[in-house]
């Protein structure tokens, strides 16, 4: 990408976007956030930040159900205000991040439609930035191969279908491995999208990617552990990129234990640090400071590697990373507000604070 011109089609876009990082609560904000006592101090605490507008009409008490709603609605306007004011190619960039989402909302329906549940109330659930235009025509189907039929012809989602998998296989399939098919094929698009849009955006992202990558077939293989998936199922649900492709993919589609899983992640300079007392469980946040889960690792160094990215300019890495952090940023929030409304201010700083 020529850097004399980027500013003609994404500089605005660039500043809003490094204007919302700015907005993004910082440690000071979140040790006051960890004082609070109920959850009305935690919204009046909040009234600082960015999500006031979306909590100053909401009744007390406050419920963390609600509060996550209300700072998912907040990043989906910001989001959805850059989409709105991009051009080619920042708007079909800025649809690819929305891609995952839609990924998420069209298994929830099908799992809906497995279990013969109303669709039109799982509308309700779906994640905004996964909604596409002929969404609500998915409700219409009855049947998996309706939905089937219907996904493939309408949803942006029409390729990853179309490559991955047959109406045959949404029946038979546990719905994960659907999920993981998808986003996988998902990903490596995404990829081979990003290094077309040249220097530096194809670099940042290639970094942020394959450790999303990386995260997944780690994520994967320990999900697979005790159940009917075989080895070589395993291994076809790994990403085709990251930096343990193809060399270290091929190690942990073999293994049987974390102790194996964590003899491979030692291998990589970028993976060993994160591994110094760390809890070999999926995910936790539930234990000491000093003995956090693999996941806790992986949030903090995608934290970290979206933080990086906004060091660099003329690149559409910061819209993905902003997504990120911002992401993150409400898990905090809603893990505070978790811990204050169950009484456990004693597992209240397991959060991965962004700056």
Request: glycine share 4%; hydrophobic share 40%; aromatic share 12%.
């Amino acid at each position: 990408m020529n850097e004399v011109f980027f500013n003609v089609d994404a500089g605005y876009l660039e500043g809003i976007v490094r204007g919302y990082r700015d907005g993004l609560i910082t440690a000071p904000q979140y040790l006051n956030l960890a004082q609070c006592e109920t959850m009305d101090d935690l919204k009046l605490q909040l009234a600082t930040t960015d999500y006031a507008p979306f909590l100053q009409n909401e009744p007390s008490p406050l419920a963390t159900s609600t509060l996550s709603a209300r700072c998912t609605e907040a990043l989906v306007a910001e989001f959805q205000y850059m989409q709105q004011n991009a051009a080619e190619p920042i708007s079909k960039f800025l649809d690819y991040i929305t891609y995952g989402y839609m990924i998420d909302n069209v298994i929830l329906l099908i799992t809906g439609t497995l279990h013969e549940r109303d669709t039109h109330d799982l509308l309700d659930k779906c994640h905004p930035l996964g909604f596409f235009d002929t969404m609500p025509a998915l409700c219409v189907a009855t049947t998996v191969q309706d939905l089937y039929s219907t996904v493939l012809v309408d949803s942006p989602l029409a390729g990853y279908f179309r490559e991955c998998l047959s109406a045959e296989d949404l029946n038979e399939l546990n719905i994960e491995i659907i999920r993981n098919t998808l986003y996988k094929a998902y990903l490596e698009d995404f990829y081979s999208y990003c290094q077309k849009l040249g220097e530096p955006t194809a670099s940042v992202m290639a970094e942020l990617l394959n450790f999303e990558a990386d995260r997944r077939t780690v994520n994967i293989t320990i999900n697979s552990f005790g159940t009917e998936l075989s080895k070589d199922e395993r291994a076809k649900l790994y990403p085709r990129l990251g930096n343990m492709y193809p060399e270290a993919q091929t190690k942990l589609a073999r293994v049987d234990d974390m102790d194996q899983v964590k003899a491979i992640l030692e291998q990589y300079s970028e993976y060993k640090s994160m591994l110094v007392g760390v809890s070999m469980n999926v995910s936790s946040s539930g234990g000491s400071n000093a003995e956090l889960s693999l996941e806790d690792r992986f949030f903090a160094k995608e934290v970290q590697l979206n933080k990086d990215s906004f060091e660099q300019q003329f690149h559409f890495g910061v819209f993905y990373s902003w997504l990120r952090l911002k992401e993150q940023e409400i898990r905090n929030i809603v893990w505070i507000a978790e811990c204050i409304s169950q009484q456990q201010k004693d597992k209240i700083n397991n959060y991965t604070a962004i700056y």
